[in-house]
């Protein structure tokens, strides 16, 4: 006879809700954070604060968008939990200064990379390897990549002297490109049924072209400024418009415990935003090299 | 639910709104002593999806269904046994060496006919199926070539934004789906296992539920309530596709309207049809009648509309309406897992393979067959159960399987036989019509085709890791019995539907097929009715729809 197969646990539950609670507060005191500071002349503090506010986006995203869908899995490989912690951690630290933000961010990138392996891992094993049934359905690939980028950003931020804004510029725009392309295979998988659809994979992209030639040309870093403002933009309207498309799913809202997890993913377009606001901070003072 | 089947809902100039419930949307209701230019006999996959395409093409269209007009939002219950009530189950003399059970998964009665309740798998033919007499050396060629329905099969898939495979391993390179593919659910997984480890092709099935919003519907929630009506409106059944273009065009639809009889004129031409609603007997007045109750109450309204004119009933002149039926012969094959499987969540068939439709190689049989993935619900489960002779104890203890269980199901091919036929019977129903008598018996051929079948699921099921497998038969699709062709001696209709003795009577839907192919049919019968469609407003325009 079959084994029995235990019944599905609260555990999931409990994780996801005291994550929110304490990302909720690690927002607030984040966000209090960046607002008392003044906008800073030197080049070097904009960039700072750029990235720093960056690793702090892109770490809530993360800390979001694993946790519900990790919880969607049901948390059923221990090491599920490892990311959506990591990026709790990886908030905690953009917002404090902390002696052990370092450890933490390379934790972060470290962890982001091995996360990449194990969704290949999960799509290889899978009938079909990598075909395009997996990719729409599967762990996402690309997904853990923005827990490296938060690290990653959040080192830079604390060694301006090793990541000169020139060498983290075209950083920002593969990050940028990579984003552009997870947006891309799922909006495909959504078949652009909404024109809106598209705005990710043509802003971003053009975006990222740009930002690259930033480490370069000063002019380009002027013109990088309005599509990377864009770009932010796009990463605060996406959740609005996959709100809205949580609302096309079956009993949308109403329906919201199912539908959050069914329709598109609310926390997933802030990446946008995050990579926006680190490549922002940097053209201060890719202009000035001029 | 009950409502719908006591009382019409469609009339007074409005029609059930299937997406809002309780709503209502304008219809055109036309007078029965006014002469409409179509009649039309069926609402499901031909006479829906024709009604739309007419009225759009500005005709005046009444369409005509026995059955109720469904809401889905709100008559469509998750109860197997409340949804009977999609079923035609009206009495039917089944016989033959091997009789079909008549009146569920080959039926339908309500608007939008059984694709309320189909698996909602759209695939196309094997090309060469059309020639399959000239090409593959049996059956009967179609009046038609594949590349003539191609761009058919492109419009009925955009039509109902069918969720296919980004790349689909067998048949003509083709456009890309409307809709991306639907997650694959564990029993496909099982089947897609199977075929990796023998080593053939299998594939995400094409299906007509839908991957993303469209209007007012909504994506599948893989309820898994697939061979019942669906209660989301995921699902593209004709009721919410076609009907409503239909109704917004200016058609009317007429449900629990039954056709008795065509009638027709002393110049030979059909006048109209006579229908009963609401127990009373009346007169649709129209100048062209389109036949679409499928393969037995198609040749049966015919075989029942006999006259002076005609004693051998409607465009029966050779002999031929009625013959040459055909159904799919449905072997299945289950075992257990050791993981859970839960093959009832999301469409009952989502993955399958083709491979023996395509390839020739080693079969000891003509045609070919494709088998899917299934996921009975628990009532059909337990029936499947009961069928092998379980019981009491041993049932109780079989079902308690019922999470780890994996099948498999074909759809075979069978060949298209002249003592296969559906005539009419002595004894009448409830509306004083003789009921039809259905006689079937497979083929030597055929038998050897399920033999095969049976072996190759046996196959891909072990081999994707079940184990203690068994054994069921059942059919599905039924098709012909006003077959097309080119030769008025040799067949009903013209590649148009158009019957060969009578200029204004038309038919389309599955009966048309001269051969029954190894695919579910709805696709191919919704792109006949798309291509018919555009051919009768064409002739219209060359004024020789009147001849």
Not at chain 2, 137 to 164: H, M, N, Q, T, V
């Amino acid at each position: 006879m079959p084994k029995p197969v235990p019944e599905p646990s609260r555990r999931p539950l409990i994780a996801v809700g005291l994550g929110g609670i304490a990302a909720a507060g690690l927002i607030g005191a984040a966000a209090w954070k960046l607002w008392r500071r003044a906008e800073p002349a030197d080049p070097g503090k904009a960039a700072e604060r750029g990235l720093r506010a960056g690793a702090a986006i892109l770490s809530l995203a993360v800390l979001l968008d694993s946790g519900i869908e990790h919880y969607r899995g049901e948390f059923k490989n221990p090491a599920m939990f490892v990311a959506p912690t990591l990026a709790l951690a990886t908030l905690g630290m953009t917002a404090v200064e902390d002696e052990a933000a370092p450890y933490v961010f390379s934790a972060a990138l470290a962890v982001g990379a091995a996360g990449v392996g194990f969704h290949s891992y999960n799509i290889g094993k899978r009938a079909g390897g990598f075909d395009m049934l997996n990719l729409f359905y599967a762990a996402p690939l690309g997904a853990p990549a923005a827990l490296s980028l938060a690290g990653l950003f959040g080192l830079a931020a604390e060694h301006p002297g090793i990541a000169a804004p020139a060498r983290i510029a075209p950083v920002a725009a593969l990050a940028l490109l990579g984003t552009a392309a997870e947006a891309g295979l799922l909006h495909f998988r959504g078949a652009f049924q909404n024109p809106f659809m598209f705005a990710p994979v043509t802003l971003p992209p053009l975006a990222a072209a740009v930002t690259a030639a930033s480490s370069v040309s000063p002019e380009a870093a002027q013109v990088a400024r309005p599509l990377l403002l864009g770009t932010a933009l796009l990463g605060i309207a996406g959740p609005i418009f996959h709100s809205y498309g949580i609302h096309r799913n079956m009993g949308g809202w109403h329906n919201w415990s199912q539908m959050i997890l069914q329709g598109p993913p609310l926390p997933a377009p802030p990446a946008f935003l995050g990579i926006a606001l680190a490549a922002l901070g940097l053209l201060p003072a890719l202009e000035r090299r001029g | 639910m009950f409502d719908a089947i006591d009382q019409p809902r469609a009339q007074d100039g409005r029609a059930p709104d299937v997406f809002r419930p309780g709503a209502w949307v304008q219809m055109r209701c036309y007078d029965d002593s006014e002469q409409v230019d179509f009649a039309i006999v069926g609402t499901g996959a031909g006479g829906g999806t024709l009604a739309a395409k007419l009225a759009e093409a500005g005709f005046s269209v009444v369409a005509f269904d026995a059955g109720p007009f469904w809401r889905p939002l709100e008559d469509f219950a998750s109860d197997e046994a409340a949804q009977g009530d999609l079923y035609w189950t009206d009495e039917r003399i089944s016989g033959g060496a091997d009789p079909i059970q008549l009146g569920s998964n080959n039926s339908g009665r309500g608007v939008g006919g059984s694709t309320v309740h189909y698996t909602m798998i759209a695939l196309r033919w094997r090309p060469d199926w059309f020639k399959s007499r000239s090409k593959l050396g049996y059956g009967r060629d179609w009046p038609l070539s594949f590349e003539e329905l191609e761009p058919y099969y492109e419009e009925a898939e955009e039509s109902l934004k069918i969720s296919g495979p980004v790349r689909y391993p067998w048949g003509k390179r083709r456009k890309r789906y409307p809709y991306r593919e639907h997650p694959v659910n564990a029993s496909g997984l099982v089947l897609a296992r199977g075929c990796e480890r023998i080593g053939i092709d299998w594939s995400p099935l094409p299906l007509a539920t839908l991957s993303a919003p469209r209007g007012m519907a909504h994506p599948c929630v893989y309820r898994g309530f697939c061979k019942y009506g669906c209660s989301t409106n995921a699902k593209q059944s004709v009721l919410v596709t076609f009907v409503p273009r239909a109704i917004a065009a200016g058609a009317e639809i007429r449900d629990l309207a039954m056709v008795g009889r065509i009638e027709m004129g002393k110049d030979g031409r059909a006048t109209g049809v006579s229908y009963n609603r609401r127990g009373k007997w009346r007169q649709q007045k129209a100048r062209h009648v389109v036949v679409a109750g499928y393969a037995i109450e198609t040749p049966r309204l015919l075989l029942n509309s006999a006259c002076p004119e005609f004693p051998d009933g409607l465009a029966n002149d050779n002999g031929l309406v009625g013959t040459h039926l055909m159904t799919h012969s449905g072997p299945g094959v289950w075992g257990v897992l050791d993981e859970e499987i839960r093959s009832y969540k999301a469409p009952p068939c989502m993955a399958g393979t083709e491979h023996w439709n395509y390839s020739d190689e080693g079969k000891d049989f003509h045609g070919g067959y494709a088998f899917m993935s299934q996921g009975p619900l628990p009532t059909d489960w337990a029936q499947t159960l009961a069928a092998r002779g379980l019981w009491g104890a041993a049932l109780r203890q079989e079902m308690t399987r019922y999470n780890h269980t994996a099948g498999l199901v074909l759809v075979g091919e069978t060949e298209p036989q002249a003592h296969n036929r559906v005539e009419l019977a002595d004894e009448k129903d409830q509306y004083g019509l003789r009921i039809p008598r259905v006689t079937f018996s497979y083929s030597e051929n055929d038998r050897r085709l399920i033999e095969h079948g049976r072996k190759s699921m046996h196959q891909v099921l072990a081999a994707g890791g079940a184990h203690q497998l068994w054994d069921t038969h059942d059919t599905s699709h039924l098709m012909g019995g006003c077959r097309m062709g080119d030769d008025p001696k040799d067949s009903v209709v013209d590649a148009d539907g158009r019957t060969w003795a009578i200029p204004n009577l038309w038919v389309c839907d599955g009966s048309l097929f001269p051969n029954s192919g190894g695919v579910n049919p709805s696709l191919t019968i919704q792109a006949l009715a798309c291509r018919i469609g555009d051919r009768i407003a064409e002739m219209a325009k060359r004024g020789e729809l009147d001849r």
